[in-house]
């Protein structure tokens, strides 16, 4: 980091980087060794290989209609069969996954990693009114209920959003915005977000107002250290494998998330496909009775996700607080 | 203590501020997007000066500041909520007093399951730590905290109604009908698993305390050891914390199992409101919830505070 260069010589340059890497690598490496954290993994990769590579591998595309072969059981062309229009369902996952991805991926950038840490660290090594101003902010966003509160935002905010993005495609002279589902992924994110990074900013706070007191810290401030440089240089290193298992842990919540707002018709609208709707079409009385694999497929790529989440985040727990064990 | 009391009183004064700014914030999101409940009632045809008659009577057409201001003047002055617009003008606790009794009813009925199964099979868990059992019943238990309850409910609908035929698939009537179990278990499951994983988490912790040994040493049966002195030391913090974040649980669980079984409850209720901009309904849903909110983490905080001195001492570090 450049900022080495600020501090004082009697710090070897390297050494709180290199320590702080060295933390994280050692985790990384007790992490491979378990068997299910590397299945976990493997679930999680293809998971998003798929969405992310769907519009080159998916084998149909997702709103194609074939009315020949509507509700077809499993086949070689259809691997996991097709629904009412004929549409494909390997393909209308793998749609979804996408979704999912582009979703789980900007929240967890912003809602699990940016906002927390920044305003983690800044409420608690600022302290002072920033602190108070942040934490009072946060206790105010956590005591709403979340759900009924995401549900309103984005149910009544959707219209403006794309107002926004229709007026944004008028400035950047790319009219793809709005057909590609644009505002919708980003008024999910932006609720995702805005109510995410409470639970995150909070632990962080914790750890540097401990950290603060700490001799290392308080031989970098006699030593003069910038306060950027007392942050990044001695703080951070400390706070990532926190920021990690955290980060982790929101990715199955933020994945459901935006499921259960799309299963409400509040999330990513039609014809954009999403895990949520999906699930929807599925769960109607009579296609249960008829054609249960329509719910079958999209339930257990849901669950298989979610839990492989959930269980690489205990085992990021694990080896990060060997304690816990 | 007297700091405890300070703290508590800290924390009991913030929570008009949170209700003002929680009212002020849903006040105004609510009322920003297009549309209003006069022109998602009126649909299509409408008459324009009927409509603006209307929305001249509830004061619709005034600027959102001034809605806001004669909003909490009633509210303050005479507890006065509104009234639904949905509803014709018929007073909210009568609008949303019955829904409230049904979902409360299935959550109180998922919030005793919760705790009577989820408990013992989280202490049976951490007795059999290294034996095949343990990871077995961690795993599901994740596995059941992962899913969500709009994956849950269908898959149930689909097993118990479809396949077997042995419950309804919607709806709900008296306390004992078969129409229960199945938004009881959805309810539940995610809650008798987190319980389960929390209390053998704190079960192991205590197993290895100096009192547990000296109580095997002085010859107790392992049931005595368990029953008397594991358990009730393990399970207070349980109880404690997961009130509060069950109570979460199960209002968002509510959503997905009212509104895929047709039960006529707050859930399925909040998200009909909201689609039809009944903003006096939605205003008193949303104070109602997070005061049940903040109340539940005050009380979840002080039983920590009072069971555990680390924790005391960490929090008045830290607010």
């Known amino acids: 980091m450049s900022m080495a260069a600020t501090t004082a010589g009697f710090e070897a340059p390297s050494a709180g980087a290199a320590r702080g890497e060295s933390l994280t690598r050692r985790a990384m490496r007790r992490l491979l060794r378990k068997k299910v954290a590397v299945l976990c993994l493997v679930v999680i990769a293809v998971f998003y290989a798929a969405g992310a590579l769907a519009p080159w591998v998916a084998p149909y595309g997702y709103a194609e209609q074939n009315l020949d072969v509507s509700f077809q059981g499993p086949s070689w062309d259809h691997p996991f069969g097709t629904d009412r229009n004929g549409r494909d369902m390997l393909s209308r996952s793998m749609f979804a996954a996408r979704t999912t991805v582009v979703v789980t991926l900007a929240t967890v950038a912003t809602g699990g990693i940016l906002l927390p840490l920044t305003l983690g660290m800044l409420a608690g090594y600022k302290g002072g009114w920033a602190d108070s101003i942040i934490m009072r902010a946060g206790e105010v966003l956590a005591s709403m209920p979340g759900l009924p509160m995401l549900i309103l935002i984005s149910a009544t905010m959707r219209p403006k959003f794309v107002g926004w993005v229709e007026d944004a495609e008028g400035w950047i002279g790319w009219g793809g915005l709005t057909g590609s589902g644009f505002a919708d992924y ?34 970098a401030e006699a030593a003069g250290a910038s306060t950027a440089g007392i942050l990044f240089r001695h703080l951070l290193p400390n706070i990532m494998p926190l920021v990690i298992v955290g980060a982790s842990a929101s990715l199955g919540a933020i994945a459901g998330t935006e499921i259960a707002l799309t299963f409400l018709g509040v999330g990513i609208q039609p014809p954009q496909p999403s895990f949520g709707a999906l699930i929807t079409d599925g769960a109607s009385r009579t296609v249960l009775e008829n054609h249960p694999q329509l719910l079958l497929v999209p339930a257990s790529i849901v669950a298989s996700l979610i839990f492989a989440f959930n269980l690489l985040g205990d085992a990021l727990n694990d080896v990060f607080t060997p304690r816990a064990q | 203590m007297e700091g405890l009391a300070g703290y508590v009183i800290r924390r009991l004064l913030f929570l008009p501020l949170t209700l003002l700014i929680v009212s002020f914030a849903t006040f105004y999101i609510t009322r920003w997007g297009p549309g209003d409940p006069v022109s998602v009632y009126s649909g299509q045809y409408r008459d324009e000066e009927a409509f603006d008659r ?32 949905r509803y014709r003008d018929r007073e909210i606790p009568e609008v949303i007093g019955p829904k409230i009794w049904v979902s409360v009813r299935l959550g109180l009925y998922a919030f005793i399951i919760t705790f009577a199964v989820g408990i013992p099979v989280g202490v049976f868990a951490a007795i059999k730590q290294g034996t095949w059992l343990d990871p077995l019943l961690i795993s599901v238990f994740l596995f059941f905290q992962s899913v969500p309850s709009l994956v849950t409910v269908p898959m149930l609908v689909l097993l118990f109604a479809v396949k077997l035929d042995w419950l309804p698939a919607g709806g709900v009537d008296g306390i004992f009908s078969k129409s229960m179990v199945i938004p009881t278990l959805a309810l539940s499951l995610p809650g008798i698993a987190g319980v389960a994983r929390l209390a053998r988490a704190t079960t192991l912790g205590t197993l290895h305390e100096d009192f547990v040994r000296t109580a095997r040493a002085k010859g107790l049966a392992e049931r005595d050891v368990i029953g008397r002195h594991v358990a009730r030391n393990s399970l207070v913090p349980v109880m404690t914390t997961v009130i509060g974040l069950s109570l979460v649980g199960l209002i968002e669980g509510a959503f997905f199992t009212e509104t895929l079984l047709g039960i006529p409850g707050i859930g399925r209720f909040v998200f009909e409101s ?46």
Do not use: C
């Not at chain 2, 619709?60 to 009633?74: A, F, N, S, T, V």
């Open chain 2, 54 to 85: 209307v929305r001249h009577k509830y004061g619709l057409d005034k600027p959102i500041i001034q809605q806001y201001g004669i909003y909490m003047e009633r509210l303050l002055l005479h507890g006065d909520l509104g009234v639904s617009f």
């Open chain 2, 274 to 319: 909201v689609n039809g901009r009944d903003y006096n309904v939605i205003l008193a849903i949303v104070l109602l919830i997070t005061t049940a909110f903040v109340l539940a983490n005050l009380v979840v905080d002080l039983a920590l505070i009072v069971i555990d001195p680390r924790v005391r001492a960490q929090r008045m570090l830290s607010r």
């Open chain 1, 186 to 219: 980003f008024l999910i994110f932006f609720v995702l977000s805005l109510f995410g990074w409470v639970g995150g900013a909070r632990l962080i706070r914790t750890q540097v107002l401990t950290l603060r007191g700490s001799e290392y810290v308080l031989a």
